[in-house]
């Protein structure tokens, strides 16, 4: 039997997302045209300190305060600070118009954090993005990037996240948490890989990155504006 109030969250968040893809669409096309986006495969430089409130935003109060801090400059990622807890706190930039704001755990610190600052390091060179494909799948099959080799946790809390959906266009996404499934695809959930209209395949989770080394199996757990969601201080 399906929870009735589980399902009218699901369905409410779905349409949250159609209301302001609009909105996105726009945003992100006003950011390509920028001088410093124009012509670039380089994400627009945020003020460091709103990005690392926003890096922690991701994050569970219990981890954001002391979670490594990355921020984005000309070069690539820059720590801004260190970790005692072995979580790390970084926006990443999947796509140069996306903005992801992740709270990666110790394994996920060890295994797709090191993918993610080269990602941002050959931008910065100005490589294509067939190039940093082509390096990034090169690196997986030397083994100079690793898959995780455990269960473990992505948190992505914060109400600012825009991400690509399964088209390539990038939407508004709720808070949600990501647990770790290596080369694990939406059939191995009981999708059918039918899309919701955000983009996003049907059901109260699916897998990002299907079948690749860094997929992930997304769980979307609903705004969090109370005690239990880091503020962006």
Same mark, same amino acid.
């Given at each position: 039997? +399906?929870?009735?109030?589980?399902?009218?969250?699901?369905?409410? +968040?779905?349409?949250?997302?159609?209301?302001?893809?609009?909105? +996105?669409? +726009? =945003?992100?096309?006003?950011?390509?045209? =920028?001088?410093?986006?124009?012509?670039?495969?380089?994400?627009?430089?945020?003020?460091?300190?709103?990005?690392?409130?926003?890096?922690? *935003?991701?994050? &569970?109060? *219990?981890?954001?305060?002391?979670?490594?801090?990355?921020?984005?400059? =000309? *070069? %690539?990622?820059? !720590?801004?600070?260190?970790?005692?807890? #072995?979580?790390?706190?970084?926006?990443?930039?999947?796509?140069?118009? =996306?903005?992801?704001?992740?709270?990666?755990?110790?394994? $996920?610190? @060890?295994?797709?954090?090191?993918?993610?600052? !080269?990602?941002?390091?050959? @931008?910065?060179?100005? !490589?294509? &993005?067939?190039?940093? !494909? @082509?390096?990034?799948?090169?690196?997986?099959?030397?083994?100079?990037?690793?898959?995780?080799?455990?269960?473990?946790?992505?948190?992505?809390?914060? /109400?600012?996240?825009?991400?690509?959906?399964?088209?390539?266009?990038?939407?508004?996404? &709720?808070?949600?948490?990501?647990?770790? #499934?290596?080369?694990? /695809?939406?059939?191995?959930?009981?999708?059918?890989?039918?899309?919701?209209?955000?983009?996003?395949?049907? $059901?109260?989770?699916?897998?990002?990155?299907?079948? /690749?080394?860094?997929?992930?199996?997304?769980?979307?757990?609903?705004?969090?504006? #109370? &005690? %239990?969601?880091?503020?962006?201080?």
């Amino acid at each position: 039997m +399906i929870n009735r109030p589980y399902a009218v969250t699901v369905a409410l +968040i779905r349409i949250w997302l159609l209301g302001l893809a609009a909105q +996105i669409t +726009i =945003s992100a096309s006003a950011a390509a045209q =920028s001088p410093q986006a124009a012509g670039s495969q380089e994400p627009p430089l945020m003020d460091p300190q709103k990005e690392i409130a926003l890096a922690l *935003s991701a994050c &569970p109060p *219990s981890v954001a305060g002391k979670a490594a801090v990355y921020v984005l400059d =000309s *070069s %690539g990622y820059v !720590k801004v600070r260190d970790s005692q807890n #072995g979580f790390t706190a970084i926006v990443q930039h999947s796509l140069p118009t =996306s903005q992801e704001p992740q709270c990666i755990d110790a394994e $996920g610190t @060890r295994t797709l954090l090191p993918r993610m600052l !080269k990602v941002a390091e050959l @931008r910065a060179q100005g !490589k294509s &993005p067939d190039e940093i !494909k @082509r390096f990034v799948a090169d690196a997986f099959a030397k083994g100079v990037f690793q898959p995780p080799t455990r269960p473990g946790v992505d948190y992505m809390l914060s /109400t600012e996240n825009l991400v690509p959906n399964t088209r390539g266009i990038v939407v508004p996404f &709720p808070p949600h948490v990501m647990f770790y #499934g290596p080369y694990l /695809t939406n059939a191995d959930l009981g999708s059918d890989g039918d899309l919701g209209p955000d983009g996003t395949p049907a $059901g109260p989770a699916f897998v990002a990155g299907e079948g /690749t080394p860094h997929a992930l199996i997304i769980v979307p757990v609903g705004v969090h504006t #109370g &005690p %239990g969601h880091a503020k962006q201080e």
